[in-house]
């Protein structure tokens, strides 16, 4: 115990200090954003994002630096990171819907059915921490209810509490199954942007491969395979293909 204490004494001073600065950082890369200097802010940002930071709000600006700076490409690449931390920001939407106004490959997404429509627009009401915290705070409802039904000697205030703690631990369940898909979505990260300026889709992870269809910068696919330098993408209307590792970049 006294190790771990002495550990945490010497971590914490290094983890406030790496705050600290990057909240300089912040403040100075907003600065350099307001009198447009793009590029410079791009550079801070950039070093934010290196340093282990990671939040909605921190790759929005980076992406609308980028886009102010008229690189279409890593705009709309922090402008999607920013969506899987913050998938119902409606700014983060807007910039991102402008920036792919520039993609030159346009893609008809397939329709999907409506109760998978209905489940994604539930689970991106709130980022994970809401769900979360709405699950957590659903439970403690339930206890408190179970205390009630327990201890209490008047059959009404038994029979409102049971129900209502059947609906609270129903809700806890729902809001943690949403918290854990929204978790899961950010670990993934089985999505990606292409940066090649265009890139031949193969039928195999191989040069000689067949070409199956072209893709231009800014389009955004879906990881389903990797082989060595090769990774099998699927694009929203449902093509499928190989293109090498380097002409695409992670969100």
């Not at 802010?41 to 909605?56: D, K």
Request: contains cysteine; proline residues 3%; hydrophobic residues 45%.
């Amino acid at each position: 115990m006294k190790k771990i204490v002495a550990l945490l004494l010497i971590v914490a001073p290094f983890f406030m200090m790496a705050q600290k600065n990057n909240q300089q950082l912040w403040e100075k890369a907003n600065a350099y954003f307001t009198t447009e200097e793009y590029q410079e802010a791009v550079s801070i940002y950039e070093s934010i994002v290196a340093s282990g930071e990671e939040s909605a709000k921190l790759y929005f600006n980076l992406g609308n630096a980028y886009y102010k700076n008229g690189d279409v490409n890593n705009a709309i690449l922090n402008y999607e990171r920013a969506k899987v931390l913050a998938p119902h920001d409606e700014d983060i939407e807007f910039n991102l819907n402008i920036a792919n106004q520039y993609v030159v490959t346009k893609i008809d997404e397939l329709p999907q059915p409506f109760f998978l429509r209905w489940r994604t627009s539930v689970v991106n009401k709130y980022p994970a921490d809401t769900w979360a915290f709405i699950s957590i705070g659903t439970f403690i409802i339930f206890l408190i209810l179970v205390g009630l039904f327990v201890f209490s000697r008047i059959a009404s205030v038994k029979r409102i509490s049971f129900w209502i703690g059947i609906l609270a631990i129903v809700s806890s369940g729902f809001s943690f199954s949403m918290a854990a898909q929204q978790k899961a979505k950010i670990n993934k990260r089985n999505h990606a942007i292409v940066f090649c300026p265009r890139v031949t889709v193969k039928s195999s992870p191989t040069e000689t491969g067949t070409d199956l269809f072209l893709m231009y910068e800014g389009v955004k696919v879906e990881i389903t395979d990797s082989l060595n330098t090769w990774k099998e993408i699927k694009l929203a209307d449902g093509n499928k293909g190989w293109c090498p590792d380097s002409c695409i970049v992670k969100i």
